[in-house]
Nanobody
């Protein structure tokens, strides 16, 4: 049974940093696409970043966020710097059995339970 478990969320002041982790178990996702999405209260879930053979970011986080992975640990990370209040959301990790990156949530086969990030102004 595949499980994705996120950690690292919390409360931070604007301009601060957080590092989210997503540990996968049940199968290896080496080289497969793993992504981060977020959902703010009252809004739809939106794409943040994805990593496969390359990385891709939504425009609002490019330069500030960095996605990376440790294949030995079957874990993907999201380093978030210079956080802004508009980054406040529940952040979800997702994985799919394809090397193709996509920003579409329905294309991902597995999801974590989410970790909450709150950025105060």
């Amino acid at each position: 049974q595949v499980q994705l478990v996120e950690s690292g969320g919390g409360l931070v002041q604007a301009g601060g940093s957080l590092r989210l982790s997503c540990a996968a178990s049940g199968r290896s996702f080496t080289n497969y696409a793993m992504g981060w999405f977020r959902q703010a209260p009252g809004k739809e879930r939106e794409f943040v970043a994805v990593i496969s053979r390359s990385e891709y970011y939504t425009a609002s986080v490019k330069v500030r966020f960095t996605i990376s992975r440790d294949n030995a640990k079957n874990t993907v990370y999201l380093q978030m710097n210079n956080l802004k209040p508009e980054d406040t959301a529940v952040y979800y990790c997702a994985a799919r059995l394809s090397v193709l990156t996509t920003t579409t949530p329905s294309a991902y086969n597995w999801w974590g339970q989410g970790t909450e990030v709150t950025v105060s102004s």
